[in-house]
């Protein structure tokens, strides 16, 4: 666990701050190289994905701080302050979705098209990010007794939740999930019928694997939408799951004349 990898002039550089902004970088790389994969215009691949990172964050945010309200209420100042809790990823997706499409729409670019390769992007970035939670000891898990479980340091939250048992080490079980549905979507967009169906893949995936992590968390802090039965995290992959897979099925056998791999903008 090391939530301060080093210090510049007296300023402690976190771990978490550093695999954020790499995972942002990485994200731009992959757009740029999936839009040039897919005959899309690099440029506005990656101008997207900025757009992406900050409706995102700002999204992700507002589902923190909704999460947690009855702190937030009695804090307000607190809102605005990361290091006063942090970001719940689910927020970004839900709240992104709406100001990105328009975007898109108001340069006349395939929404589904540059979907297919920002979605990607995001996942990609949030893998980043999860290693940046195993340093700060955040995001833990339950305790095990697999051989891969790992025990962290006296005074940290998992150590005082769980009396210095090893527990299962989640944020690494996300990381290889991510890097997982980044693998497929790569292999999917070379082999999709029409745009949109990565996108939809995507989240498929993401919900899946989300959901069952979650059954391994054990930090306290991610809310319950049903007590003791469903986490926030996993009721919401439960109905964005399945409103995707419906919307998969729906454009592979209906699609839109603009969902086509030949379809050109106007303009364009």
Known sequence: MHPILFEIFGRPVHTYGLTAATGFLLGFFYARWQARQTNQDEEQAADLCFYAIIFGVLGSRILYV???????????????????GGLVFYGGPVFTAIPLWYVIWKRKLSVMAYSDIIMPATILG??????????????????ATVPW??????????????????????PLYEFAACLFIVGVAVWWNQRKKVHGET??????????????IEFFRGDSVRGFAIEGVLSTSQLISLLVGVAAVVAWLRIRAHPLPTMSLDYQPPGR
């Open 199 to 212: 996108f939809f893949l995507t989240i498929i995936l993401y919900a899946v694997l989300r959901s069952t």
């Open 126 to 143: 949030l893998g980043m990010g999860r290693l940046g939670c195993l340093a700060a000891g955040c995001c833990y898990g339950r305790p």
């Open 149 to 170: 479980a790992i025990t962290y340091p006296v005074g940290s939250s998992p150590d005082e939740a769980y009396g210095g048992l090893p527990v299962h080490p989640t």
């Open 66 to 84: 909704a999460i947690n309200w009855p702190y937030f209420s009695e804090h307000l100042l607190d809102i605005v302050r990361i290091d006063k």
